[in-house]
């Protein structure tokens, strides 16, 4: 069985689902595991154009270093959210997440 597994989260920043991000990186994942956040954009309406796109095709896969800046947060309708930021800054360094 590998060591390395990808572990995945839905975050919509309310406080139960940063709970769960929180829990999930204090408790589930581990050194070499790859954590992936799917950001759940409830504000988009589905006329919205990025919303059809990426309903038509997905919406990419952002690595935590590039999701991090203003620009790509701007761009994808990412929020900042200290709570969040910490949990998935913090501990993955801690544990060489990817």
């Known amino acids: 069985m590998s060591s390395e597994r990808n572990v995945g989260v839905a ?3 309310s406080e ?3 709970y769960a991000l929180k829990w999930v990186v204090d ?3 581990r050194e070499g595991d790859q954590l992936i956040v799917v950001v ?3 504000e988009y309406s589905p006329n919205d154009g990025q919303y059809q796109l990426f309903g038509k095709y997905g ?3 952002i690595p935590l270093v590039e999701a991090a800046e203003p620009s790509t947060q701007r761009q994808y ?3 900042y959210d200290e709570e969040v930021h910490s949990a998935l800054k913090e501990q993955p360094q801690q544990r060489r997440l990817q």
């Open 11 to 13: 975050l919509d920043y």
């Open 16 to 18: 139960s689902s940063k």
């Open 27 to 29: 408790n589930l994942v």
């Open 40 to 42: 759940v954009h409830k």
């Open 59 to 61: 919406s990419p896969l």
């Open 77 to 79: 309708g990412l929020k």
